[in-house]
């Protein structure tokens, strides 16, 4: 019972055995060791893993194989699926079979082997893969295929290959080849066929027939899981069981590794050789190692390490270096060939990550639980490979420094000495930000959360030497400017410039600075040492101390690279010279040029930001291979050796496109290369919808789209991270829909294009409008004969109605005539009443004119009167003219010129005026016509010939006869009476 089911167990295990195309390896290209990473400290690459619900599949993926577009296909439980870059689609087969082995051709047809099945897909008119089997060709007496778990090519034939033996299919004719003995897999290595058999070990091809591989029986104890080429034209054979044997001119040794005993227990699934020559490997048990060429382990990962599943059912190296891993359970994409690894859980080190350096041969990484260390060098597969806590540590570490051939830790707890895994706490009082350079035989200085502290070194340890209790600011960002100064930065309040007397034991001098010193605030100020000066990034723009002003002047040699507008976080520079940087705008370094100038790099960096910590920004430099930057969880490891490829085909491409209109309907499927033109849409669609991807795997997060429909959009929209669009009621005419991308590089790709039209609706097409010109035509016509018809009837009717007409229009014309008549009759006589008017008007002026003599005369009489009166005569003589002028001005003669023409202006005012108040004497009556003129009182007694008393006594006296009250103005009664 046993036995039997050991003997299933054995024959499951090798039915999940999986290969993929291996090329040729130039032997003196391989390498020792990954010479990019020679302190090799554990870290998990950049991953991206794809579980069940993202791509509606089963568990397990047993093939993976990429087209020329760039797609990647995965033969699953549940059928083939194809991943583009950004969406996940499934084929099934005829018999819902699952998929085992998948090959893409160079035609592009995609070859899958299930379960007796296989076949291939290819897309049809409409560009959706329909599948075409091949397994319904084969005779019925072969047709017991069972598992179909490898598909090669080999010269210009495709090998199915199942453990019931191997199917030739040259592009017309499917075959079984016989052989004399039990074939198993099948393999092509280095332009030659291999096959592996449980009866007799590995057979090659002679190019009739298979024939046994001398010596290679001892290969029957277990299965051989893949086979790669190796140095010197030589291969690697992997066995179940993790034997791997050398094969070179029919010799076989064992190849020794530091992975064997590893590999014994992990159980091989499957191995191929990556482009940088290591070889990965996928276990049954324990994850994918990944060796250099001499067998040493470079990278581990495994279940909580990188993958979500310890079972590896395949693998394979895209065009851009990534590894893509089926699991078990799930799909992961590992990049390997990206610079940037993380160091978090997963490699052993909790928390968020604050600080890091080296000593001793040992990395130590400061985060919030501790200060954890490891050896350079470990091995990955050791059970002590992850990062361990020193200890007496645990609790929110600060900094970490070497200083003077000793390791310091800043802590919240205080502030400790590290010797291995071991720290000892010489100061016990919470919070030390920082240390610094000595500042006196066996002294440092430490930044706290109250001011600093200097300690002394005694009999092996260290005690407390200064306090200054003069300064008690919290000190977290320091550098020294000279040997006893000082720069410390508070991120709410400013900076201090600070000055010690020689030998450190008090406070010389401390100055602050601000808004009014250079700086745009008191906010946000860091200062940071450059090696070659300290440079001070504030809430905006960067910063340099000018000692003879003694204020702060814009760094421009920074700022141009930077932004005077960004608020710079973290800068750090390196022995080249280059200086890492974190703003609130980018992330990246400076590369310094041997000019002197400075190269901005932030493009592959914009990936890793999402990851970074906003709390302490920290960025550590230990060396030209590691550059830690502080992360949410951990550290995100940058090795500035490892040249990141961005230099990949990159194109867009239209992935699908339906149109709604009664029902949905698919236009296009994305397989095939799409058509131009050929596609006419009906008048009343609603909806006409556009689904692209571009299959560019360096920063798939970061790539976005940006689209265009010419004829319907003026200009390209924004980028965005969405990979469809929608458009409805679409006006008729000729569209063409272009797409395009852009990458974490910010390169745009080719553009993919789709070009239609649209018809217009069936009454504005052209036949509608030949019949609209129809119907126009005899409607016009018939209209035309009607109205002509009509015409003739009523004629006559017409003519009689003109006569009568043209009779009634003289009658009126004789009418319109004599009222025209009494009309002109009407306007001569009102232009005579109108030059009546005027000239009465002109007559009342002169009137007035003459009633002024008065005031003439009676200056003259009071002239004359006043002469001297020295003879008789003469007295005679001026009172005969006194006499005249008094005649003259009693005579009424021009009063009543005057009151003719005044009542023709004024309406007959005097007569009305009489007839309601017969009582008025003739002077009240005069009084009433120069009231009603509005003339002074002065006016009034010229022409009364009285004085001015004597016209307000008049005044009065005729308020009373016309019996007004006090209230009422005697003017305005005058003015408005009629």
């Not at 003109?802 to 009407?826: A, Y």
Request: hydrophobic share 35%; charged share 25%.
């Amino acid at each position: 019972m046993n036995s039997e089911a050991g003997s299933n167990l054995i024959k499951i295990d090798i039915s999940i055995l999986l290969i993929l195309i291996i090329t040729l390896i130039n032997p003196i290209a391989l390498l020792a060791q990954n010479e990019n990473d020679t302190q090799a400290f554990s870290k998990v690459p950049m991953t991206k893993t794809f579980q069940t619900n993202d791509y509606e599949g089963g568990i397990q993926n047993w093939d993976i194989a990429q087209d020329k577009k760039g797609y990647i296909y995965v033969a699953n439980n549940f059928g083939l699926l194809e991943y583009d870059g950004n969406n996940w689609k499934k084929y099934l087969i005829e018999n819902n079979t699952r998929v085992r082995s998948v090959f893409v051709d160079s035609d592009n047809r995609i070859y899958i082997g299930g379960q007796n099945q296989f076949g291939y897909f290819e897309s049809d008119e409409k560009g959706v893969l329909v599948f075409h089997s091949l397994y319904d060709q084969m005779q019925p007496k072969d047709q017991n295929m069972e598992d179909v778990w490898k598909i090669v090519k080999y010269q210009d034939k495709l090998l199915f290959s199942s453990y019931q033996g191997l199917v030739t299919y040259d592009g017309k004719k499917v075959s079984k080849i016989d052989g004399a003995f039990d074939y198993d897999l099948v393999f092509e290595v280095a332009n030659r066929l291999f096959v592996y058999s449980p009866t007799t070990g590995m057979a090659s091809w002679t190019g009739e027939t298979f024939s046994p591989v001398i010596g290679s029986d001892f290969l029957t104890n277990q299965p051989v899981t893949a086979i790669i080429p190796y140095q010197n034209n030589s291969l690697l054979i992997f066995q179940k069981n993790g034997k791997i044997f050398q094969y070179k001119q029919d010799v076989f040794t064992e190849w020794e590794s530091g992975i064997s005993d590893f590999l014994a227990k992990a159980q091989v699934n499957t191995a191929i050789v990556l482009d940088n020559h290591n070889i990965a490997i996928g276990t049954q048990n324990n994850g994918l190692a990944i060796v250099s060429p001499e067998g040493k382990v470079v990278q581990y990962l495994t279940k909580g390490k990188g993958l979500n599943n310890r079972t590896v059912l395949s693998l394979h190296e895209d065009s851009f270096k990534n590894l893509w891993v089926g699991l078990h359970d799930g799909i992961t994409m590992v990049e390997l060939s990206s610079p940037f690894s993380l160091i978090g859980e997963q490699s052993g080190l909790p928390g968020t990550g604050y600080c890091a350096t080296t000593f001793n041969n040992k990395l130590y990484l400061g985060t919030n639980n501790g200060l954890f260390y490891q050896e350079a060098n470990s091995n990955p597969l050791a059970s002590g490979s992850s990062y361990k806590l020193v200890r007496n540590t645990s609790g929110q570490v600060y900094n970490i420094q070497q200083i003077n051939e000793e390791l310091f830790l800043a802590h919240h707890n205080g502030a400790f000495l590290v010797t291995g895994d071991n720290a000892t706490r010489f100061y016990n009082e919470t919070g030390t930000w920082k240390f610094a350079h000595s500042v006196g035989k066996n002294r440092i200085l430490a930044g706290a959360y109250d001011g600093f502290r200097i300690f002394e070194k005694k009999e092996g340890t260290y005690f407390l030497y200064r306090n200054f209790d003069s300064f008690k600011e919290s000190s977290r960002v320091f550098e020294f400017t000279n040997d006893s100064t000082l720069f410390m930065t508070h991120g709410y309040k400013g900076a201090y410039k600070i000055t010690f007397n020689q030998d450190f034991t008090r406070l010389n001098d401390v100055r602050f600075y601000g808004q009014n010193d250079g700086f745009p605030s008191h906010l946000l100020i860091n200062v940071f040492d450059l090696g070659s000066q300290l440079v001070f990034a504030a809430e905006r723009g960067i910063y340099i101390y000018d000692d003879l002003q003694d204020r702060f002047l814009n760094y421009q040699n920074l700022e141009k690279h930077l932004s005077a507008e960004s608020h710079v976080t973290e800068l750090t520079s390196d022995l080249k010279g280059n200086i890492f940087f974190r703003s609130d705008q980018a992330l990246g370094y400076l590369e310094k040029t041997p000019f002197g100038e400075y190269e901005k790099n932030t493009a592959i960096f914009k990936r890793i930001s999402k990851y970074l910590s906003d709390d302490f920004e920290n960025i550590s430099i230990i060396d030209h291979q590691n550059v830690f930057f502080g992360a949410k969880e951990g550290f995100i490891h940058y090795n500035p050796s490892i040249e990141y490829p961005d230099n990949q085909p990159f194109e867009t491409y239209i992935r699908e496109i339906t149109v709604i209109a009664d029902q949905e309907e698919l236009l296009y499927g994305g397989s095939n290369d799409i058509g131009q033109g050929n596609i006419f849409l009906p008048a009343f669609f609603s909806s006409l919808k556009f689904r692209f991807a571009s299959p560019y795997f360096h920063g798939q997060d970061e790539l976005v789209f940006q689209y265009l429909l010419e004829n319907f959009e003026k200009d390209w929209s924004e980028w965005s991270a969405l990979t469809e669009k929608e458009y409805t009621n679409l006006y008729e005419g000729e569209y063409t829909f272009r797409v395009r991308a852009r990458n974490t590089f910010n390169q745009i790709s080719q553009e993919a294009s789709f070009s239609f039209k649209v018809y217009p609706p069936w009454y504005r097409s052209k036949l509608a409008y030949f019949l609209y010109a129809g119907a126009v035509v005899l409607i016009f016509g018939t209209s035309m004969f009607l109205l002509d018809t009509k015409h003739r009837k009523k004629r006559k009717q017409l003519t009689i109605e003109q006569q009568r007409e043209l009779m009634r229009k003289e009658n009126e014309i004789e009418e319109v005539s004599k009222k025209s008549k009494e009309e002109i009759t009407r306007l001569k006589n009102e232009k005579l009443r109108a030059e009546v008017d005027h000239k009465n008007r002109e007559l009342a002026t002169n009137t007035m004119h003459l009633i002024n003599k008065n005031e003439f005369m009676i200056s003259i009489k009071k002239s004359l009167q006043m002469m001297p009166k020295e003879s008789a005569d003469s007295k005679n003589t001026l009172k005969k003219i006194i006499r005249d002028i008094d005649r003259n001005l009693s005579e009424d003669d021009g009063w009543h010129q005057f009151t003719k023409h005044f009542d023709q202006i004024h309406g007959s005012f005097l007569k009305n005026i009489k007839a309601e108040h017969p009582m008025l004497t003739p002077q009240e009556v005069k009084l009433c016509a120069y009231l009603k003129m509005n003339m002074s009182s002065k006016e009034i007694a010229n022409l009364l010939n009285i004085s001015v008393r004597g016209v307000e006594i008049s005044r009065y006296r005729l308020r009373k006869k016309l019996g007004l009250s006090r209230e009422t103005n005697l003017v305005n009664y005058m003015l408005e009476y009629s």
